[in-house]
């Protein structure tokens, strides 16, 4: 695994993903609880899998999905980062900031913490004219993180994610947008 740079905030560390996080990645991705908002948690080959694709983003793009640590005691809790959208929509061509925590991160701001340091990193570094993130509509605690980023929705931008069941209650999706001041 390659370590790839990191960005540092206050209490985080955004890094390159290690063998030591395959573990304890596949269990925040076999809870139910964390998995609420997507099809259906993940087996330990789906989440080793889900980590190679997330390195040859790196290697493709200069950026992706972080690993997410707490830089104090360097607990691995999950992952926060940019990633080019994978299908397509009346949005696209876009890249999106997302996160997934381990349930016993949540509620002490790291995905917020995290998440703006990866903006920085994409208007910054990166250039990128927006960042968006979307989520089904059920996930309001999602929801919250991103409106504390500071991003926008305009309800016409909500759409039906193409890649879920029709007719499914997680089909439905709201979008935010966040457009890089600089630009």
Same mark, same amino acid.
């Given at each position: 695994m390659n370590p790839g740079a990191g960005i540092q905030t206050k209490r985080l560390l955004l890094r390159g993903w290690r063998e030591t996080d395959l573990d304890p990645f596949a269990a925040l991705n076999a809870d139910p609880e964390v998995m609420e908002h997507f099809p259906a948690p993940l087996s330990q080959e789906q989440s080793d899998v889900m980590v190679a694709r997330i390195e040859q983003g790196f290697t493709r793009h200069g950026f992706g999905l972080w690993a997410l640590e707490i830089a104090a005691t360097g607990e691995f809790i999950g992952f926060t980062g940019l990633s080019p959208v994978s299908f397509e929509a009346h949005f696209t061509p876009a890249v999106e900031?997302? #996160?997934?925590?381990?349930? =016993?991160? #949540?509620? =002490?701001? &790291?995905?917020?913490?995290?998440?703006?340091?990866?903006?920085?990193?994409?208007?910054?570094?990166?250039?990128?004219?927006?960042?968006?993130?979307?989520?089904?509509?059920?996930?309001? !605690?999602?929801?919250?993180?991103?409106? !504390?980023?500071?991003?926008? !929705?305009?309800?016409?931008?909500?759409?039906? =994610?193409?890649?879920?069941?029709?007719?499914?209650?997680?089909?439905? =999706? %709201?979008? &935010?947008?966040? %457009?890089?001041?600089?630009?």
């Open positions: 900031i997302g #996160w997934r925590l381990a349930r =016993h991160a #949540w509620g =002490h701001g &790291y995905a917020t913490e995290a998440a703006r340091a990866a903006i920085a990193f994409g208007f910054d570094i990166a250039r990128l004219r927006e960042i968006v993130s979307f989520t089904s509509r059920t996930n309001v !605690r999602s929801q919250r993180v991103m409106q !504390r980023l500071g991003m926008t !929705r305009d309800p016409a931008d909500d759409f039906e =994610h193409p890649r879920l069941s029709p007719g499914g209650p997680l089909r439905p =999706h %709201v979008l &935010y947008r966040l %457009v890089n001041p600089r630009a």
